[in-house]
């Protein structure tokens, strides 16, 4: 089967910290590029750039035939595909849909039925890497869904990332997706404290990270992120609040597992806390601040 490049009319529904970069990339690639955000505002720079807009999800899928999103929670997905004014009711036949947003499995694997009854493909590929990973078109991405499909659109994720993986049947991407959230979770819990207790011990947590980070303690987070807490830099790569959703989703999948995540568990509850205490739009990286 072969690529989009030359056909694709893409249709790109988010425009937020990671969208926009995302659709930065696509247009640099030279793909013709339509956007949908609630604020159209925020997606300024982008028709500067050279997309063009799209009043609502209902008439971004009347111009296109590649629809992405990437949105906040799964009640923005549901509502985007399968509400009344919904992608599934007006996109063309042979329309393929992918998700990026992180959801659920189970949405995920409904959308994909509804959109297979309209003659249209579906495919959940969810992604990690932040802001950064965004901005330099190196997200991981993991996708569910028909593997004929998949790779029909594999130049398009090209684009946008590096570490590009097909996981099986729809929900599988989403599935994926939390075993690297729950990862992270505990992951953020002891990077932060390991910049705690360097600060407490009186040694300069920069030097500390120098040679921890690419030892055996080495991580995404211990990279990317310790620096930020270092320069009291709590500005979102990856909100508070969508992480929140996420690990909710990872613990309601387990529960129906019979699987229990003590460290998924402490790791939200911390999290918690801190939107307790108004920082729900902070990036993750201001678990720093529960500690001080």
């Known amino acids: 089967m ?6 694709a009319k893409v249709g790109f529904i988010g425009t937020g910290v990671m969208g926009k970069s995302m659709v930065s990339n696509l247009l640099r690639a030279g793909f013709n590029v339509t956007v949908y955000n609630r604020t159209k505002e925020k997606a300024a720079d982008l028709l500067k750039a050279g997309a063009s807009w799209a009043d609502s999800p209902k008439e971004l899928a009347k111009q296109t035939n590649v629809i992405i999103s990437i949105v906040g929670y799964p009640s923005d997905v549901e509502e985007i595909y399968l509400g009344e004014e919904g992608i599934i009711h007006f996109a063309e036949v042979n ?3 992918i998700d ?3 959801s659920t499995p189970t949405l995920a694997q409904k959308i994909a039925a509804c959109a297979k009854e309209k003659g249209m493909y579906s495919l ?5 890497g932040g802001d950064i990973g ?3 078109g190196k997200l991981a991405i993991m996708v569910g869904g028909e593997q004929e499909i998949f790779n ?3 130049d398009i994720f090209e684009v946008l990332g590096t570490n590009i993986v097909y996981q099986g049947e729809s929900g599988s991407g989403q599935h994926t997706k939390m075993c690297n959230q729950i990862a992270i979770a505990s992951n953020m819990i002891g990077v932060t404290e390991a910049i705690i207790y360097a600060k407490k011990a009186g040694l300069n947590p920069d030097t500390v990270l120098k040679s921890i980070a690419n030892g055996a303690a080495g991580s995404w987070s211990l990279s990317n992120l310790a620096p930020r807490m270092i320069q009291g830099d709590f500005e979102p790569g990856f909100y508070i609040k969508h992480f929140l959703k996420d690990m909710k989703i990872a613990l309601e999948e387990a529960d129906r597992m019979n699987l229990q995540l003590p460290g998924l568990t402490l790791a939200k509850s911390l999290y918690d806390q801190l939107v307790e205490a108004g920082e729900e739009d902070r990036g993750t990286q201001a678990l720093y601040k529960y500690y001080q």
Request: hydrophobic fraction near 40%; aromatic fraction near 0%; proline fraction near 4%.
């Open 2 to 7: 072969a690529h989009l490049s030359e056909t």
């Open 95 to 97: 329309t393929i849909l």
């Open 100 to 102: 990026m947003t992180t």
């Open 124 to 128: 959940d590929a969810p992604v990690s």
């Open 134 to 136: 965004a901005r330099d």
């Open 152 to 154: 029909k659109v594999s």
